[in-house]
């Protein structure tokens, strides 16, 4: 008896041991890699005679043999004032490209190198107003022979499929998406994966990009959406609510929801995941129903009961990071387009965030200066916000990002350390986009634009400095959405 009990003592321990090392040890798939802090750094030097490009970043290769990639907007508007998007000879919306990385460990990476990974992926242009950029962002799906997916690990990223190929333009401090989808990778369960690197198409140079993962099922998937229950209880979904797309809705709405009725009319939800080819109706209706009943919830007199609460349906501690990290970057399209929601095995809805390219002041139609609370004016938020309960861990949480990765001293020299990362690469990037930089206007009203990277990272830092000041004095005023005299209850 006595051994049996240390032997399950031991096993115990042992177990215990194997959990902790596999949630803390150096491959955890939840540990955050900032690649500024880990990967080759600038001045590691290099044994190459200098006579092709040689850099420290991951180099991206792209040859579609001689294919215009599409998804270009020609400029034409369809009957929905949509834009028109180029299509492939063949009617598609993708082509497929031999897609290469040199990614070496030893030393800097040359074109002429032997490649560290060689996949074909369909490719197209992605993205709204960023279609109009000269330095496109690009959609990648890794494919086999047989087109179907094919996940491969990218430049120390966890195995993944479907990846974003997205170039830092309308950012002149070229560190926005970078920095924010890292910050966010510390204060939240799941961010997407980035890393920096450089990308040539049919051997044009095409300067600085960021791979990021994408918010997808799959297969290594760190998202957990498995779908092998066939109990709707036990099975994970993905929705986007984002501008109407009318190619994602094959003619039809996924979901009627509130959301789409009190924001704009051209925002809906989109079931992401199940893909299509395996979303049958009856599955439709049962995550339309699901989705329909947290809405209710939320927007009902009972929001603050038992039955009926909001916590009932959502990852509250999810919902409380994505509002800081998108309150703090004023990343205002968050909530209302590119808003990513998904349900995994925890059985509660989670926001994941997704694009900061316009956070910080870079918006194109409107300044957001620092001194302005945005997150309650989306309808989710602004319904949260009427507990008592949720302001208050909004303000403790607020406070204890404040002092790690919100604070001042994190900010700036995660911008600074980063730059230095980056190195030869900015000054590359800035030649290649010379014209762009200094003549392209896009911001309005024009005195917003600015003409260098360096006037650009100066916008960035002081913008983030005031901002933390200023939401130091004046975040707690979000207190007034959930006091009783604004809010009727029908409860106590
Ligand atoms: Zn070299």
Request: charged share 25%; net charge negative.
């Amino acid at each position: 008896m006595k051994h049996r009990i240390l032997g399950l003592l031991a096993m115990t321990a042992m177990i215990l041991v194997v959990f902790l090392a596999s949630a803390f040890g150096p491959d955890s798939p939840t540990r955050r890699v900032h690649q500024h802090l880990t990967a080759r750094q600038p001045d590691a030097g290099c044994d190459c005679d200098g006579s092709e490009l040689c850099t420290h970043l991951p180099l991206v290769i792209i040859d579609t043999g001689g294919q215009e990639i599409p998804g270009k907007i020609t400029g034409e508007t369809d009957a929905f004032g949509e834009d028109i998007s180029t299509l492939a000879p063949d009617g598609r919306d993708v082509i497929n490209v031999s897609f290469t990385i040199v990614d070496n460990q030893d030393r800097n990476n040359h074109p002429s190198d032997t490649p560290t990974l060689s996949t074909t992926s369909e490719i197209r242009v992605r993205g709204h107003s960023s279609r109009l950029f000269e330095k496109s962002p690009y959609q990648l799906d890794f494919v086999d022979e047989h087109g179907q997916a094919a996940p491969a690990p990218v430049m120390g990223m966890a195995s993944h499929s479907e990846w974003v190929l997205y170039g830092p333009y309308l950012d002149k401090s070229l560190v926005r998406n970078y920095m924010w989808y890292n910050i966010a990778g510390e204060a939240m369960e799941w961010a997407p994966n980035v890393r920096y690197c450089e990308l040539i198409i049919n051997g044009d140079y095409r300067g600085l990009y960021l791979m990021v993962e994408t918010i997808t099922d799959g297969e290594d998937c760190r998202l957990d959406l498995s779908t092998t229950a066939k109990n709707l209880k036990a099975t994970g979904y993905l929705l986007q609510g984002d501008r109407t797309v009318e190619e994602d809705l094959g003619g039809e709405r996924d979901i009627y929801s509130y959301l789409e009725r009190m924001l704009t009319l051209s925002t809906d939800i989109l079931i992401k995941y199940p893909k299509r080819s395996d979303l049958t109706e009856e599955l439709r209706k049962e995550i339309e129903v699901e989705f329909a009943a947290f809405e209710k919830a939320l927007y009902s007199y009972d929001y603050d009961t038992d039955d009926y609460g909001y916590w009932n349906y959502i990852d509250v501690d999810n919902f409380v990071n994505y509002f800081l990290i998108n309150e703090f970057s004023l990343n205002v399209d968050a909530g209302r387009y590119s808003t990513y929601i998904y349900k995994d095995m925890s059985g509660k809805y989670k926001l994941a965030v997704w694009d900061f390219n316009n956070a910080c002041d870079n918006y194109w139609s409107d300044p957001l200066s620092p001194d302005r609370i945005d997150m309650v004016s989306h309808t989710w938020f602004l319904m949260l916000c009427k507990s008592e309960d949720f302001v208050q861990r909004i303000l403790d949480r607020y406070d204890e990002l404040r002092q790690t990765v919100l604070s001042e001293t994190y900010l700036l020299d995660y911008i600074d350390d980063t730059l230095a990362y980056l190195g030869p690469a900015v000054e590359r990037n800035n030649q290649r986009w010379n014209e762009a930089m200094t003549q392209w206007e896009p911001l309005s009203p024009a005195s917003r634009n600015l003409h260098s990277h360096e006037e650009a990272v100066t916008q960035l830092k002081e913008w983030l400095y005031e901002r933390g000041i200023w939401l130091d004095e004046n975040l707690h005023t979000i207190q007034q959405y959930c006091h009783p005299s604004r809010n009727k209850t029908y409860n106590h």
